[in-house]
Nanobody, 120 residues
């Protein structure tokens, strides 16, 4: 069974940092696009960042460029999202998703989210 498990969320102060993890089971992140998204009640889900395991290419939403870094550890079958200089507007449920192929193909598998709350 394909599963994605996001973890690492929590409560942090404005300007703080967190590292989220997305661990996969049932498949290997080899030749997959793996993305982070965030959801705020009443708003559309937003794509935050994505990484293609085939070549390590990455994309970021303009709102997080320079503050967030996505990375992949194939050996651990885990994708990370290092979030720095966090702002209250980064508060959301963060979800990870994956697709066999490239990020731009659209996501096939979704995990449950992890809550990130940034206090001002």
């Amino acid at each position: 069974e394909v599963q994605l498990q996001a973890s690492g969320g929590g409560l942090v102060q404005d300007g703080g940092s967190l590292r989220l993890s997305c661990a996969a089971s049932g498949f290997i992140f080899d030749d997959y696009g793996v993305g982070w998204f965030r959801q705020v009640p009443g708003k559309e889900r937003e794509g935050v960042s994505c990484i293609n395991s085939s070549d390590g290419s990455t994309t970021y939403a303009d709102s997080v460029k320079g503050r967030f870094t996505i990375s992949i550890d194939i050996a651990k079958n885990t994708v990370y999202l290092q979030m720095s200089s966090l702002k209250p507007e980064d508060t959301a449920v963060y979800l990870c998703a994956a697709v066999s192929g490239l990020c731009e193909d659209g996501m096939d598998y979704w995990g449950k989210g992890t809550q990130v709350t940034v206090s001002s």
